[in-house]
């Protein structure tokens, strides 16, 4: 019996960008869209057209690029946000206008402020709207998962009358529970009339850790739709994350009535890609992409997988593309050897120059590292394309710091910033800390150190070491990253990376502005 196809509609570039700190330039948004392309999602949520300039011109260049994949942009149920989205997706090989109005009582009293009959007649003119413009029209019920069933099932028929293609019922704020969240989906499906001539989707957050779970539940009930993201990113506590979805499908067959197109095999690569983009390192054990999903350390676990592989993975790491994470470069690879492996993770250069930087690099850390990880190229291209768009970059040109057991660390740097050198040092509680005290005393940034951690990117102890800085001014949040074999050069990078984002105009949230 030939199953039903689950369409997985990715919204990494759109809810997955809201994460603090994880805003994307328009070239960084594309290298993903590429990815997803290249992974087989059925939908990009490309981003929110009309929140700004910015995110206009991303999601109309991905959907003048990508060609395998349906191209989506979000709007609220208002006409000016309808029609941005149907011009960004002007050129897109397959377009889809996602569309949403909240329809639960507190989100229509205190954020909307509208009575239902306002909301219902709002939504209907919205998809109207949309479909003049577009073939492929998705609603979003906004909150659903605590509106009234009644009230649901009356904006739905008439949404669909109205020509809606798909129906998402999201849980906005992580509130539904697996078995209450798939009933709700089954009994609209049952109970609504045209619901026959829409494909049912589901939204899930992860504010109680249920997403997954929620998202499932709902397939199992009707649904043939799940809204996800690349490692779980988004709003909060995220959303449902695509690989835990995708493979718990792929897994048990046995049970699950529907079938991806996904390429499972690209799973890791686009995993590291959206995380070195992102700067939201992968927790360990975080489930299948994570850097202990595949290990194992237990003596009686070692001993079961030699003898049978099966007796303790119920997937393998070849599944999800991690035979890639053999040595694959050193120090004496060419340059063309080093391009294609990077082109195989995804990563493309802009000109000549990035690309020389990028290999420059590489060629430094072969003469430090003996042996090259898939992991290593993506940190040391990350750091080369950090911010390419700024010219006006404060760097690092040295950094001497000393630390003695029973005297107080000291550092002393020297910073590059418009072609001038400035020197400064500092104390602190430690070398890290007295590094960043004596860049702040140039900088004067007047920022807030909000996170600080450090991740080995492979194993041994000449591990390339990276570092995630999350910086506050403002009310704006950025992350940095730098990577380097020295943790405490690793840290200044990772402080000057953010430093250079929060002065750079460029890169504010392209959903600030209008939403």
């Known amino acids: 019996m030939k199953k039903e196809k689950l369409i997985i509609f990715d919204t990494t570039l759109r809810d997955g960008e809201q994460s603090p700190g994880a805003s994307m330039t328009s070239d960084e948004k594309l290298r993903i869209a590429k990815a997803l392309e290249k992974l087989k999602v059925d939908v990009i949520e490309a ?47 397959s377009g889809r206008i996602h569309t949403f109005i909240a329809t639960s009582p507190i989100h229509m009293k205190y954020k909307l402020q509208m009575n239902p009959e306002q909301v219902l007649e709002q939504a209907i003119k919205a998809v109207r709207c949309a479909r003049n413009l577009i073939n492929d029209v998705e609603f979003s019920l906004e909150d659903a998962s605590r509106s009234e069933f009644d009230f649901m099932c009356r904006i739905i028929e008439g949404v669909i009358d109205a020509g809606a293609t798909t129906i998402n019922i999201p849980d906005t704020v992580g509130y539904g529970f697996p078995q209450e969240y798939g009933d709700i989906i089954g009994r609209l499906i049952r109970n609504i009339p045209n619901s ?28 043939r739709q799940i809204e996800c993201t690349i490692n779980g990113l988004g709003e909060r506590a995220g959303n449902a ?17 529907v079938e991806t197109c996904i390429e499972t095999t690209h799973i890791a690569a686009t995993s590291r890609l959206v995380s070195s983009i992102t700067v939201f ?17 237990s003596g009686i676990h070692q001993d079961g997988v ?9 997937m393998s790491a070849q599944d999800i593309g991690l035979q890639t994470n053999k040595i694959v470069l050193g120090k004496l690879s060419g340059r063309e050897a080093f391009v294609a492996r990077l082109e195989e993770l ?46 006006d970059l404060i760097t690092l040109e040295s950094l001497e710091v000393l630390s003695k057991t029973g005297q107080p660390p000291f550092a002393s740097l020297t910073l590059m910033h418009k072609g001038e050198l400035y020197d400064s040092s500092s104390g602190g509680d430690g070398p890290v800390d007295a590094s960043f005290k004596a860049i702040e005393k140039l900088a004067k940034s007047d920022t807030q150190l909000k996170l600080y951690s450090v991740n080995a990117i492979t194993a041994g102890t000449d591990s390339l070491g990276e570092v995630t800085v999350r910086l506050e001014k403002g ?35 392209p959903q600030l502005d209008g939403v």
């Open 281 to 297: 390192p992968v927790q360990p054990n975080k489930a299948i992409v994570g850097a202990n999903a595949c290990a194992h350390e």
């Open 47 to 93: 981003g929110f057209a009309v929140s700004s300039p910015g995110d206009f011109a991303s999601v109309k260049s991905i959907a003048e690029t990508i060609k395998d994949s349906t191209v989506c942009s979000l709007s609220r149920a208002i006409i000016a946000d309808i029609e941005s989205s149907a011009e960004a997706l002007s050129g897109a090989y």
């Open 475 to 509: 009310g704006r949040i950025v992350n940095g990253q730098g990577a380097d074999t020295d943790i405490i050069v690793a840290s200044v990078k990772a402080y000057l990376h953010a430093l250079n984002l929060i002065q750079n105009p460029d890169r504010l949230h």
């Open 241 to 257: 994350a695509l690989e835990e979805v995708v493979m718990a499908v792929k897994t048990r067959k046995d049970i699950f009535p």
């Open 306 to 314: 030699l003898k049978f592989r099966e007796t303790y993975e119920i």
């Open 196 to 223: 026959d001539k829409a494909i049912f989707s589901v939204h899930c957050h992860n504010d109680l850790g249920l997403a997954v779970s929620n998202s499932l539940a709902a397939v199992m009930q009707g649904a």
């Open 346 to 391: 995804g990563t493309h250069f802009k000109n000549k120059d990035a690309l020389n930087q990028a290999f420059s690099r590489f060629k430094d850390l072969a003469d430090k590292k003996r042996e090259i990880y898939d992991e290593d190229l993506q940190a040391l291209v990350s750091d080369t394309q950090l911010d390419e768009t700024n010219g």
